[in-house]
């Protein structure tokens, strides 16, 4: 088996690549080394992971692991606008949703029609996820724009935060946790007593929940 050094060391470009294009959507002007760093951890964690047996290629699965401690490494290390912090709590939501998907088309059926729903699934739990990185950020934020946005804003945040009440227990503390109080998945599973992939299958859930309940 590779030395750590030397799996990093064959992945190099790969890691920069996504650092690099991770700034560039949060208008970082150049990679710090710190970012570049997250990145290495992300691959180490995904080689743990990564089970060849299922079908995928290995950086296929790893790229939401690099991705996800990049962008987690931007919220720690960069000061950002509350639109930026918005688009931050999507790209994390994204990836997790990403990343159980993944899990999911390796491991299940492979016929057209079960391909087709679970995509539909996938399309709206990030649609449920965007809109709750947007209301979510915008509890603790004045609203920019004019006064008729504020007020959609507000009646959105008031429809959502009804649907958030109908949440199993641990869904909400999830949800309300990840999208409203800026924690990480990490923390909420040890609060929960529960693993991360648990933490990532009560992500699904909700935003299915959310979703038909918003539709």
């Known amino acids: 088996m590779q030395s750590d050094e030397e799996f990093i060391e064959q992945h190099r470009p790969f890691v920069r690549g996504i650092a690099r294009r991770v700034a560039e959507s949060f208008g970082i002007p150049s990679v710090s080394e710190d970012l570049i760093a997250d990145g290495f951890r992300?691959?180490?964690?995904?080689?743990?992971?990564?089970?060849?047996?299922?079908?995928?290629?290995?950086?296929?699965?790893?790229?939401?692991?690099?991705?996800?401690?990049?962008?987690?490494?931007?919220r720690q290390q960069t000061p950002l606008s509350r639109r930026a912090h918005a688009r931050l709590r999507a790209a994390e939501s994204a990836l997790e949703i990403g990343e159980a998907a993944m899990q999911s088309y390796s491991s299940g059926p492979r016929d057209a029609a079960t391909a087709q729903e679970k995509l539909h699934q996938t399309?709206?739990?990030?649609?449920?996820?965007?809109?709750?990185?947007?209301?979510?950020?915008?509890?603790?934020?004045?609203?920019?724009?004019?006064?008729?946005?504020?007020?959609?804003?507000?009646?959105?945040?008031?429809?959502?935060?009804?649907?958030?009440?109908?949440?199993?227990?641990?869904?909400?503390?999830?949800?309300?946790?990840?999208?409203?109080?800026?924690?990480?998945?990490?923390?909420?599973?040890?609060?929960?007593?529960?693993?991360?992939?648990?933490?990532?299958?009560?992500?699904?859930k909700a935003l299915q929940r959310l979703r038909r309940a918003m539709s």
Do not use: C, M
């Not at 709206?124 to 979510?136: D, H, I, R």
């Not at 958030?164 to 946790?177: F, K, Q």
């Open 42 to 74: 992300g691959l180490l964690e995904a080689r743990e992971n990564y089970d060849p047996e299922r079908g995928v290629r290995f950086t296929s699965f790893a790229y939401y692991r690099v991705r996800g401690a990049v962008v987690d490494g931007v």
């Open 123 to 204: 399309v709206s739990q990030l649609t449920a996820g965007f809109v709750l990185s947007s209301v979510g950020q915008d509890e603790n934020h004045e609203t920019e724009g004019n006064a008729e946005e504020a007020l959609i804003d507000a009646e959105t945040r008031k429809q959502l935060r009804a649907h958030l009440d109908t949440l199993p227990e641990r869904e909400r503390t999830l949800i309300v946790g990840f999208y409203f109080e800026g924690r990480r998945f990490d923390d909420i599973a040890a609060e929960l007593g529960v693993s991360k992939s648990w933490v990532s299958r009560l992500h699904t």
